[in-house]
């Protein structure tokens, strides 16, 4: 997708709301280009810091409409949005990324499928139908796995631990039959690793691609707490996860940025990646940029998308990144008083539920090695 750069004064048109809109809405700002944010909830946060907004349903044909008029390309914050909007936008308005990188990743069965297209590893999994078919697909997973646990994870609408099932009894598979009902998923073999990373990557409309240093993620309850960079593992593993990132990305014949969440397992041969998932988008693991890069990842985003060059990935500093979940944000002024060198950014969610990402803090220290690309 090679074109001319779109100029100062453009529309960034973002479909998603939330606070991934929020901040490439500010990062296209920062560049000195509009952002037209189309979302459901009246109150989202991207509305707050945008140019210009449309409260409307994803699939409403007439906003869809309206947001190609606005906008001189459009974008998406989640994978959640339906791979038919994209569809209507595409006869009026340029889109990245493409429509393919959506039908893949919305879809956990879709996107399975990718990567064994790809020869890219994975825990092993077993497609489920419905619940009839789910003690099949466990005997079957049971017969070649070292444990006996799965993961039953919904096809669609799944992301921060919702949409998922653990099961480690046979008790539990009844539970998840009576869940699942009749929609289909994937059962994944629990695998037992030794750290959560992600590789986070931007690539250009000319193919041209570049990394960001790869991040150790700790999760509770599946949800991310923290994302530490860099991660301590070999140069050999960085190495792997950035060229499954390349594979996937090339495939995909990929514009913007996009993040490979992966488990790092130590086997008896050494130490093996597994690709968990991918996000079409900027990705919650990759906030640290902001502050540890002169090039975060919301503007490289906005640069690939606007056909503009791409920024530096190397980071100047050492980052820990916290999320700040329900009522943590209750304990924001505190966190500033413990550190005043920690860097705050609250979200605008006026409900603070559980689990919610209500905002996240950053902290830096001097990088212990040279900046890499």
Known sequence: ?????????????????GQLGRMLAQAAAKLGFRACVLSPEPDSPAFAVSAAHICAAYDDAEALKRLAGEADVVTFEFENVSAQALALLEGAALVAPPRVALEVTQDRLAEKRFLDTLGLPTAPYATVENA??????????????????????LARQGYDGKGQFKIKSAEDISK??????NTNAVLEQAVAFEMELSVVAVRGGDG???FYDVPQNIHRDGVLRESIVPAPIPESVRR??????????????????????????????????????IAPRV????????????????ENHIRAVAGWPLGATWRHSDARMVNLLGKDVEDALTLLRED??????????????????MGHYVELRPAAVKPRM
Not at 138 to 149: C, F, I, W, Y
Not at 176 to 181: E, H, P
Not at 283 to 298: D, I, K, R, Y
């Open 1 to 17: 997708m090679t074109r001319e750069p779109l100029p100062p004064g453009s529309t960034i048109g973002i479909l998603g709301g």
């Open 132 to 153: 009839s078919a789910l003690a099949g697909a466990a005997e079957a997973l049971r017969g070649s796995a070292d444990q006996d646990a799965f993961f039953l994870k």
């Open 176 to 181: 998840a039959q009576a869940w699942l009902a």
């Open 208 to 210: 041209a691609m570049l």
């Open 240 to 277: 792997e996860a950035q060229s499954y990132a390349r594979r996937i990305a090339g495939a995909l014949d990929y514009v913007g940025v996009l993040a490979v969440e992966l488990f790092l397992l130590r086997q008896e041969g050494g130490l093996r990646l597994l690709v968990n998932e």
């Open 283 to 298: 990705h919650n693991s990759g906030h640290w940029t902001l502050e540890a890069c002169a090039v975060s990842q919301f």
């Open 340 to 357: 005043p060198a920690r860097s705050l950014h609250l979200y605008g969610k006026h409900e603070a539920r559980d689990g919610r990402k």
